[in-house]
């Protein structure tokens, strides 16, 4: 790391592991502070920058799962173990773990939306004493779209898991995986104490604002409630305007907002 946060530092790539044809996690290396949600800028001279979400902390490594569907991404793809990708962050305000500690904990995410919270189920998941129960909802468009399917495996000793695709033959739809929009799935959840329960929503924007208004109608409050906003970004650090909303910078008071705030910025 430099002392100048937006300059970028060379990070290895000591592990990549492959989710589907067009989805890959790359193992950074990286020391320092860093917390789930927060994002790195990702760039490669000559191509550019992207902003891309941490999915994962380790002992001197980071985890970016990343899409490839442009101009900087399709040139991450071609790189492998070993080489070098410059970074500048992390950057925003990440999930705070204190916001859930004690609490019964609902997440919802929708395909690559699982990336950005899956440090913090992987969190609980480890900690399950830490919260007082935790389900965790996730959808993808079909089963050959399924992030971190080893992972859910794992949470499921832990916590409740609905793994749902939208649609699927029944040939290929693993055993554990249900049909339907994550939506059609928010009643089964079955929480004691729904006004102290929290929830984390992060996704497409039509999945978010469904989920969270399914949330609100199982009498959840709009206080307990976050999201993650993915919004375009440039410097991602509050100095460019790229990604403000009226007074808001994204890149710096987000990319997690309670939903109080969140619902003025939820397309
Ligand atoms: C806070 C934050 C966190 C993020 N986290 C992640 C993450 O964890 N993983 C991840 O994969 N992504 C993440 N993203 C999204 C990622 O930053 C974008 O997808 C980024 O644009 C990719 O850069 P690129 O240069 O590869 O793609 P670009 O070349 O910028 O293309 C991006 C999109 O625009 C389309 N496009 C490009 N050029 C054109 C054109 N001329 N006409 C029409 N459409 C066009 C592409 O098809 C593509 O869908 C995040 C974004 C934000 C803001
Ligand atoms: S990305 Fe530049 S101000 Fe937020």
Known sequence: MTDNEYVPFLSKITEIIRHTDIEYTFRMTYDGDVKPGQFFEVSIPKYGEAPISVSGIGDGTVDLTIRKVGKVTNEVFEH???DHLFLRGPYGNGFDLDDYRGRELVVVAGGTGLSPVRGVVDHFARHPEEVKGMTLITGFKSPADILFFGDLARWKQSMEVILTVDCADDGDKPAACQIGLVT???????????????????GPPAMMRFSVLGLLELGFAEKNIWISQERKM????????????????????????????GRTLID
């Open 80 to 82: 492998t173990m070993g």
């Open 184 to 202: 059609e799935h928010l009643p089964k959840v079955k929480l004691g104490d729904i006004s102290r329960a929290v929830a984390i929503v992060v």
């Open 234 to 261: 440039c410097c991602g650090i509050g100095k460019c305007g790229h990604c403000k909303i009226g007074d808001v910078y994204v890149c710096l008071d987000g990319p997690v907002f309670n939903y109080t705030k």
